[in-house]
């Protein structure tokens, strides 16, 4: 599952991506900074693939990434947004358990805080499903 979203900032580039860098490296996740983009990777397909989508554990470690590239605009930056999760290979359709809809809500949960970090107002892409009523 993937997503890609432009967004604008009245901040220069730099700004943009120092915020989002100091955000998501406060939370311990894994950070890798080039000169005009940011990747951040978070969760783990070990654990995820472990305790499995029905798990409260499995989704805490959903293994998604961003990438943030910023650039000069007029005003500030311009920024292209692209979230995808890593999970790799999946037996069958990989429709099973709710997983696209779990994926779809981290990668939307993870957007949205991003978007605010650096103060813009991003409405949400798609529904976002509940989590899933019951944990093993």
Known sequence: ?????????????QAVLDALAAAFS?????????KSSLEVHMGSNTL?????NMTAEGRANL??????TASESGTGAAIEVHA?????????SGTSFGVPETFNRRLEEFLSYAAVVIGIDRP?????????????
């Open 1 to 13: 599952m993937e997503k890609k979203e432009q967004w604008t900032s009245a901040q220069p580039p």
């Open 26 to 34: 406060s939370h311990g996740e894994d950070v890798r900074r080039e």
């Open 48 to 52: 995820y693939r472990t305790w499995g």
């Open 63 to 68: 293994p998604v990434a961003l990438t943030f």
């Open 84 to 92: 995808f999760d890593t999970y790799g290979f999946r037996i069958g």
């Open 124 to 136: 949400v892409t798609g529904p976002v499903p509940a989590p899933p009523r019951f944990n093993l």
